[in-house]
């Protein structure tokens, strides 16, 4: 029980450093990272998922809508995004809208499968819809008013919005083709899909890709959240399940403002602390029960993070 706490525990930091690398590294173009991390790991992922790959060869292929689906949403949409944010906005304010996530899974089951909530849930969903707004709007509602919201807010929020798609696709179809198979050619797709707009970024030359600092962040994306992170999180959810597992989805923002201020310089605001406050509350409370219904969308909510 101690090792899968620990597990998860060290899973979350590598996600939080995920987005504090993307802030680092944020020189670099958003597709330009997000293609690199994609071969980096599809380096790592091919030798391990070889024989899955070639046992369930015809089901992937039959299933390829979804899983085209999934590697859209879960990895080029939702990473381009992410990246982009973090050249127009802070690392602590991806993460407290970035915790979101769960929220925006459940609001979308709501109207796209119909699912059903219970009264906590509602109030969880609109507590972290608040808080986001409130780091969002840096606690001034005149600037909701006015629709003046930070640009990268705005990215990290389609980001969200994409992964929350991502789940409901892992929901529906996650358990008709093996992870590490299915993961990997979403990864190929994804490569496939990435190369023609990393190319026309590249269009001005990447001497920068040079620096060892840059080369570094890349092998860390490329990685520890894409690969070590994923095992992690699965031997977790195996030992405790899934819905004592997701409790810990609500350490991301807390390891990430930590990392901002220690690794980035970056200095923490009252307004964030009640933004994510309210978030992580919300988050627990209406995932609480909905996650232990939802196991699918538990474990594949983390499948291609961050």
Not at 61 to 74: C, H, L, N, R, S
Not at 144 to 157: K, P, S
Not at 225 to 236: D, R
Request: charged fraction near 10%.
């Amino acid at each position: 029980m101690v090792r899968a706490y620990l597990l998860l525990t060290i899973t979350m930091v590598l996600f939080s450093g995920n987005i504090l690398v993307g802030k680092a590294i944020n020189d670099l173009p958003p597709v330009t990272i997000t293609f690199i991390r994609c071969v980096i790991a599809f380096m790592i992922l091919l030798p391990l998922s070889f024989y899955q790959l070639k046992n369930n060869h015809t089901v992937l292929k039959k299933e390829w809508k979804p899983i085209v689906g999934q590697a859209m949403t879960g990895i080029v949409l939702f990473n381009v995004f992410l990246y982009s944010s973090l050249q127009y906005t802070t690392s602590t304010n991806v993460a407290i809208v970035e915790a979101t996530t769960p929220v925006f899974t459940v609001l979308l089951a709501i109207f796209i499968l119909k699912e059903q909530l219970h009264r906590l849930q509602y109030v969880g969903v609109f507590l972290s819809l608040l808080g986001a707004i409130w780091v969002i709007t840096e606690g001034s509602w005149q600037a909701l008013l006015a629709i003046q919201f930070n640009r990268g807010d705005l990215l990290v929020l389609i980001a969200v919005i994409a992964w929350a798609i991502y789940s409901l696709l892992v929901k529906q179809h996650g358990h008709k083709y093996p992870l590490y198979a299915s993961l990997t050619v979403m990864i190929a797709i994804a490569i496939v899909v990435l190369f023609p707009f990393a190319l026309y970024e590249w269009r001005d030359g990447l001497i920068s890709l040079l620096e060892p600092t840059l080369i570094l962040g890349l092998l860390y994306l490329g990685i520890f959240p894409s690969v070590i992170a994923l095992l992690f999180w699965n031997k977790g959810v195996a030992a405790i399940g899934p819905s004592r597992a997701s409790i810990f989805l609500n350490l991301l923002p807390v390891f990430t403002i930590v990392g901002a201020v220690v690794f980035l310089g970056e200095t923490v605001t009252v307004i964030q602390l009640i933004g994510g406050v309210l978030v992580i509350g919300g988050v627990y409370l209406s995932t609480k029960e909905h996650a232990a219904s939802s196991p699918q969308q538990v474990v594949g909510k983390k499948a291609l993070d961050r």
